[in-house]
């Protein structure tokens, strides 16, 4: 059985020197709140663009150089989401020009639900007039120079380090399918909250040859859903990446969701619940970083692949049409964009190129998965593949939830009428978890 060596937080080798290490990293960040107000990506009760900003929004960029040469790319996103032709082009730009695999780079994004809409993400929930979708399209095509320009900063950053990695714990996130919100508070008071979570907060660290920490990636298993008004915000990751920058002056910090899409922090909806939330984060991640962690060493690879997760059923054109007439404006809009499709060659695929990636980075092994993965993935994998694997959602290619068997089954918003808003045509089959389960099994055991 595969295992990883890095559960505990206690270390099992004395601290080791960059120099010793091997490897070399460089960070850096590129601001990418919207220069004008523009839609707001999140929620669909959204009536009008921004009209502020609570925090700026950022890509940042982390290259890492192992001990035997092979270089990986990690950006994170302060963004709902991405869709697929967004996500080959910003990594199409990096691998072209910093002459990497595929493979070699994962983008990740936080999930908040304060920040702009992104070209086809979420592509049945807005309704934008001809200016708003301008600036939807200019901010998308700028995206690829913005993150690329992050990516080349955190190259000519590069220096020598130690890397290491633990993880933590904080439990704020509460599975929303079992638990109603206004029950949160006196459920949690009793210990009585219901349904599957993932506490753990994976860290890894990045220092220089004195110990000053350079760089700082971390990631959580819950929504970023904590605030909903009209500003442009990172919710508590961001919060969270604020509060440690603060800590450890010159470093940068990085974060990337997991398997939180039937996760929510609660209660919620104030700037001061979403300060908190990144506090509590934060703290973990400092917890961890105040230990002695085990250094990352030994071989490195890195796998991507894109499979094909079949959808339950491709409606017809007559469906099409008689739903395009739909009441329910949203049911409506999703129609009229499968219509479009059902024109282009090759009309609706049965199908999706689902985006399945792997790094092993020494004793670390990352698995990220494209999509609102629900948390019943990071659960099965580590208890099938080892209790240390990291496990992200929301990576490459955010096209919809990715309910397991057991939502699949149950429906509702992450099992089914979600899909509405993402545009694709039917729920998936009911093969969906095996298909994703299997091809994780596959790149793991290909190492």
Not at 115 to 129: I, T
Not at 360 to 388: F, H, I, M, P, Q
Not at 400 to 416: C, D, N, Q, T, W
Request: contains cysteine.
């Amino acid at each position: 059985m595969f295992r990883l060596a890095l559960v505990a937080l206690t270390a099992l080798a004395g601290p080791v020197s960059a120099q010793e290490a091997g490897w070399k990293a460089g960070f850096a960040a590129e601001k990418i709140t919207p220069p004008e107000p523009m839609w707001m990506s999140g929620y669909a009760s959204r009536t009008a663009p921004a009209d502020g900003t609570e925090t700026d929004l950022w890509a940042k960029a982390a290259v890492l150089t192992a001990p035997d040469g092979k270089r990986f790319v990690l950006v994170t996103l302060d963004l709902v989401g991405i869709d697929r032709p967004t996500s080959v082009e910003v990594a199409k730009a990096i691998s072209d020009k910093h002459k990497l695999p595929r493979e070699a780079v994962a983008l990740a994004t936080s999930h908040t639900h304060c920040g702009p809409v992104l070209r086809q993400n979420l592509s049945a929930m807005y309704f934008l007039d001809a200016k708003q979708a301008k600036l939807v399209e200019d901010y998308g095509a700028a995206l690829s120079g913005r993150v690329l320009r992050a990516v080349d900063a955190a190259v000519a950053r590069a220096e020598p380090v130690s890397l290491s990695a633990a993880v933590g714990t904080v439990g704020f996130a509460v599975n929303r399918r079992e638990n109603k919100e206004p029950d949160v508070p006196a459920l949690r008071e009793k210990g009585a909250l219901k349904g599957p979570t993932d506490h753990a907060v994976p860290v890894l660290a990045a220092r220089d040859a004195k110990g000053s920490l350079k760089g700082v990636v971390f990631g959580y298993a819950c929504h970023a859903t904590v605030l909903g008004f009209q500003k442009w915000c990172g919710d508590y990751p961001g919060f969270a990446q604020i509060e440690l920058e603060k800590a450890h002056p010159g470093a940068v910090a990085m974060f990337w969701a997991g398997c939180g899409a039937d996760q929510n922090p609660l209660p919620r909806r104030t700037v001061e619940l979403a300060r908190g939330y990144g506090k509590q984060l934060a703290d973990a991640v400092d917890a961890v970083l105040a230990k002695p962690m085990p250094p990352v060493g030994g071989a490195t690879s890195a796998t991507y692949r894109e499979i094909p997760l079949p959808l339950h059923e491709i409606p017809s054109r007559e469906a099409l049409l008689k739903t395009a007439e739909s009441q329910n404006k949203y049911e409506a809009a999703r129609a009229k964009l499968l219509l479009k499709q059902l024109e282009t060659p090759g009309g609706i695929p049965a199908d999706y190129p689902y985006p399945v990636q792997t790094w092993k980075l020494g004793g670390v092994t990352w698995v990220l998965l494209g999509g609102e993965v629900v948390v019943d993935y990071s659960l099965r994998l580590k208890r099938e593949l080892g209790a240390g694997l990291w496990v992200a959602g929301y990576a490459n290619d955010v096209m919809a939830y990715i309910p397991s068997a057991r939502v699949l089954r149950e429906g509702g918003y992450e099992g089914a009428t979600s899909m509405i808003y993402y545009g694709l045509p039917s729920v998936w089959g009911p093969e969906v978890e095996e298909r994703i389960v299997a091809e994780v099994r596959r790149q793991v055991g290909a190492k």
